[in-house]
């Protein structure tokens, strides 16, 4: 139904005129943003090229840029853009946040009145531990819609600065909480299926809202041992920044199709990535073939000038990052020094005109040019907070709450052999702490202590004034709890106060006396004790994992708004936990010997590594790692193929080559569709008493020999998430490329298969695949 055009009713019943027009003021209500641009009743506009919507966008792009003065694409170069009234066109705010929900902490989205909240998922580690793809996605999607809705009640923009896809190299690192763990294959799959539900599938281009994927790249440190973002100068080889740190960007760019990167604060090698040209324009533009913005991170040019002191003056700062492939600052840089740079002659008006071509662009899929709020119109407050939405919140938790131990199948509990609970912890009763950071507002909570309430009499204690847990008077109290209950549940760990962005960790252990706390606890329970842990990066409870009285232990990470009903709907088995640690969890002494300014994923000498894939020591728990109360078991259902012969005709070029001294060819010179397909089904069978969820991790370890400087233990190629119920079987099949599975990347940053046995890790099964040359 069109409110713009209500002649064909004037003739017929003046009842119907007045219904439309009721129906019109109705919706004009919810949609209480004015039109951006390209208002059809402005008669200055109308008639415009770039407002058409039939001519195609790259045409009316650069119509307007053709109406612009030099002083009008300036301050379009900025996040808050301005408006430009001759033309119609309105201001916008570009930064907006959705890393799990809409937020509030950029200045594009607002809350109150007819959009109180938005809903919470879990934080992004959580989500990532339920390693369940299409979830990610559905997120996305729900994220999305509310976005829209928000948009078009004037409280919220189209352009959101997320995912954060770093890797969690360091388990000290503040935002690790923001990312989807440590494996770049995982934090790949995770960008590629978010941004997805987010931009949403349209044709011809078009986008729902606009994802941006940050920070690029080699981000992930934030404020440690005296050094800061702001100064550090990250230090890598390139065969890490091509087989670890740029990977997940890659897939967000070619698979995802993001429409927006960012650039961190951080040098890489000396030079800042929002002025490095081989990173931004000849990387993420060229070799990856961005369709949209590179946007910097908030204030970064200016970092890299009156901080890092890379150029000498501020219009040289203006000229390196534009001319690098930086279309947005996000700060007022850009905005003043600009115009100096082109009167210096270190800039000329068509490098901004560039710069520019990506925002627009991007904007004009959004269809913020189009006179009408598009497709999505129709959303509006009753789209936001909805009881799908707080639902799937609810999912998004109980699939990522990994169990840790289960001494004695000591979990679920019975509501009826456990009348009495005993809810102890200083996050035993927390709202905000559980979801995270870059947060909005909840649409409400369930804290631990109302979820378990709901199954038994609660006996309530916090044992620790916070998570700092500086003394214990509470204790006694906390005790004294724990002997009258028929089960006690500890909820522990951290939270913005000990790790966040600009907030490092110093260590691994539970902060102040919150060890103290759980085995005075569990010494004095009369039933079981469940340690509970909240937190995003990981906490050496080795003490914990060997006592015999702590009968089970959950981490769940920041579960979101709905985190208490999950956690309480796992201990009592309402639902069966699935997920699976997206991060090795290390012990306290691994922090002594890895400094985290030393970005080095290799083992070397006594640097011992990082990440499950280089780092051979002891762990606390290993990547991967997750109970069930059912139990799974896996088989080859069909003989996969043992051997793969590489000859002439599986070779792209003349000039391509067998390295004899590597055993190895480039996957470069390979034609990777000459080569036969290797599919691997894998039998999965429930062999307990509940229906569950479980992941295959499919991982690869590469021959020993040959390559120099490898140095990988296996590394993950894909993962696949399977429903079982009791007593059944699930089949699933791994298609194995040889390319881009068995392919690995050498000390110059080249991408090689080996020659030799590649073994595949499933579960307990191997399957070796003997890769050798026919040439």
């Known amino acids: 139904m069109s409110c713009n055009n209500n002649k064909a009713f004037l003739v017929g019943n003046k009842v119907v005129v007045i219904l439309v027009f009721l129906l019109c003021l109705v919706h004009s209500s919810e949609s209480l943003r004015p039109l951006f641009a390209c208002d059809p009743a402005n008669g200055l506009t109308r008639t415009l090229r770039f407002c058409r919507v039939n001519v195609p966008i790259h045409v009316r792009v650069q119509d307007l ?95 959101y600065w ?93 698979e995802g199709k993001v429409a927006s990167v960012m650039c961190s604060y951080n040098q890489v090698n000396g030079k800042p990535t929002c002025a490095d040209e081989n990173l931004l324009k000849n990387t993420i533009r060229g070799q990856w073939r961005l369709n949209g913005y590179i946007v910097s991170d908030c204030d970064s040019v200016d970092v890299f000038f009156n901080q890092q002191h890379y150029t000498n003056s501020p219009e040289e700062a203006a000229a390196a990052s534009i001319k690098a492939g930086l279309d947005l600052d996000c700060g007022p840089f850009l905005a003043i020094f600009t115009e100096g740079a082109v009167k210096k002659g270190l800039l000329t008006e068509n490098d901004i005109n560039l710069a520019l071509a990506n925002t627009l662009t991007v904007q004009m899929r959004l269809g913020m040019f189009d006179g009408n709020l598009g497709p999505y119109a129709n959303l509006g407050p009753r789209d936001v907070c909805t009881p799908a939405h707080k639902h799937l919140a609810l999912e998004a938790a109980h699939q990522g709450i990994v169990l840790l131990k289960n001494s004695g199948r000591s979990l679920p509990l019975s509501p009826r052999r456990h009348r009495t609970v005993a809810v102890i912890g200083p996050n035993s009763d927390v709202t905000e702490t559980m979801i995270g950071n870059y947060a909005g507002k909840a649409c409400s909570y369930t804290t631990p202590l109302q979820g378990l309430s709901r199954y038994a009499r609660t006996l309530h204690q916090a044992g620790c004034a916070g998570v700092a847990c500086k003394g214990n008077q509470g204790f006694g109290a906390a005790e004294a709890a724990a002997r009258q209950a028929d089960a006690t549940v500890l909820v522990m760990g951290l939270d913005q106060s000990i790790e966040a962005e600009t907030r490092d960790r110093t260590g691994l252990l539970l902060p102040g006396f919150q060890q103290d ?90 640097y011992p590594g990082r990440t499950y894939r280089f780092y051979k020591g002891p762990v606390v728990f290993p990547f991967g790692f997750g109970l069930s109360y059912t139990t799974f078991t896996h088989s080859l ?91 059944g079987k699930q089949t699933v099949q791994i298609d194995v490329d040889a390319c881009k599975h068995l392919g690995v990347v050498d000390e110059y940053g080249k991408r090689r298969i080996p020659m030799g046995e590649h073994k595949l890790h499933i579960g307990d099964l191997k399957h070796t695949i003997l890769v050798q040359p026919q040439l």
């Not at 690790?176 to 934090?187: L, N």
């Not at 569709?673 to 569950?692: A, I």
Request: charged share 15%.
């Open 517 to 606: 706390l759980v085995t005075r606890v569990a010494q004095a329970s009369r039933g079981p004790v469940i340690l509970v842990l909240m937190s995003g990066g990981p906490i050496d409870v080795t003490f914990a994992k060997n006592d015999p009285r702590v009968a089970a232990i959950i981490w769940a990470g920041y579960p979101g708004q709905a985190g208490g009903a999950a956690i309480a709907n796992i201990i009592f088995g309402a639902a069966n936990p699935g997920g699976k640690l997206p991060m090795t969890w290390y012990p306290q002494d691994y922090v002594a010997k890895v400094p985290m300014t030393v970005m080095a994923m290799r083992a070397s000498g006594n």
């Open 637 to 727: 259902a069909k003989s996969p193929l043992a051997q793969l012969s590489v000859s002439l005709s599986n070779l792209n070029s003349a000039n391509a080559i067998f390295n004899s001294s590597s055993h190895s060819i480039k996957v470069s010179h390979a034609n990777c569709n000459s080569f036969p397909k290797m599919p691997v089904h894998v039998e999965v069978s429930n062999t307990g008493e509940f229906d569950g969820t479980h992941t295959v991790f499919v991982f690869a370890e590469p021959p020993k020999n040959g390559i120099k400087g490898l140095g990988v233990n296996k590394q993950l190629i894909t993962f696949e998430k399977v429903h079982v119920t009791a007593g």
């Open 65 to 159: 840029i053709g109406r612009l003065t030099l002083q009008e694409k300036i301050r379009n170069l900025v996040n808050n853009a301005a408006a430009v009234p001759r033309l119609g066109i309105g201001g916008y705010e570009w930064w907006s946040e959705a890393l799990h929900g809409v937020s509030d902490v950029g200045p594009g989205a607002k809350f109150g009145g007819a959009f109180p909240g938005a809903t919470s998922f879990p934080q992004v580690i959580t989500t990532a531990a339920s390693f369940n793809q299409s979830l990610w996605e559905e997120i996305g999607r729900v994220v999305s819609d509310e976005a829209r809705a928000m948009y078009n009640g004037g409280v919220a923009g189209l352009t």
């Open 162 to 254: 997320s995912p954060n896809v770093n890797i969690l190299r360091d388990p000290r690192w503040g935002r690790g909480q923001e990312t989807p763990g440590e494996d770049p294959i995982v934090a790949g799959k995770y960008a590629a299926s978010y941004v997805r539900g987010l931009q949403g599938t349209a044709a011809g281009n078009r986008l729902k809202v606009a994802a941006c994927c940050k920070h690029y790249t080699a981000y992930d440190l934030d404020n440690w041992n005296g050094v800061d973002r702001f100064h550090f100068n990250a230090k890598v080889t390139q065969q890490d920044l091509e087989d670890t740190y740029n990977v997940p960007f890659k897939s967000c760019v070619s």
